[in-house]
């Protein structure tokens, strides 16, 4: 009975409040902010790659884990897949990389502020601060703990001497360990 209770609760307070609108609202912002990211990452790709010698590497790293046909199309479309190396393509997708971040931030802001209730007396200039500072956090997390684990999957597989081919079984195993922790904890 108290089951019972407890999701007409939730449903009441799931339509009240229009958290269905809200969450699409953030979604949407999320993944519109996912195209300006690419377009930069490209744009930095194709201004770095050449100089440093890093799409050499990269097609490399491409080699060892891709069938062979797939690898000799894009290696005979190089010059179309490797970007230019724009300046002014660099400037404009971080601007817009960035103002599309932050946007998602301040949906989020919005949102929570709303469903509880809370009227922002906070300033234009001061509410786009605080999303920049949640957004340049967010990223910086999610950056480092990316770097550290593909480097560690890269220090991981050269001791165990295994191939780069092997990193996707690698996701595997650890996607199965967090399964098995959610499943143990689950049933607590």
């Known amino acids: 009975m108290k089951f019972n209770i407890y999701l007409k609760n939730l449903f009441n307070i799931f339509f009240e409040q229009s958290l269905m609108y809200h969450s699409s609202a953030i979604a949407f ?15 930095l ?26 690898y000799q199309i894009i290696k005979s479309n190089h010059g179309t897949i490797l970007p ?17 971040g932050v946007g998602v931030f301040r949906s989020l ?19 786009n601060a605080i999303a920049f500072l949640l957004f340049f956090v967010f990223t910086s997390v999610i950056e480092l703990f990316l770097f550290l684990r ?16 092997f990193i996707p079984i690698a996701y595997v195993i650890e996607a199965s360990f967090y399964l098995v922790i959610f499943i143990k904890h689950g049933n607590h």
């Open 84 to 100: 230019s190396s724009s300046i002014t393509a660099l400037v404009l997708s971080f601007a817009l990389s960035l103002y599309a």
């Open 150 to 165: 593909v480097i560690l999957y890269f220090k991981l597989l050269n001791l165990l001497n295994f191939p780069a081919s």
């Open 109 to 127: 802001i919005f949102t929570v502020n709303n469903i509880n209730g809370i009227i922002e007396t906070r300033s234009f200039i001061r509410q």
């Open 29 to 43: 912002s999320a993944i519109f902010s996912i195209f300006p990211s690419l377009f930069f990452l490209s744009s």
């Open 45 to 70: 790709f194709g201004l770095l790659a050449v100089p440093l010698e890093f799409y050499d590497l990269f097609m490399n790293f491409l080699s060892s884990i891709m069938p062979d046909a797939l």
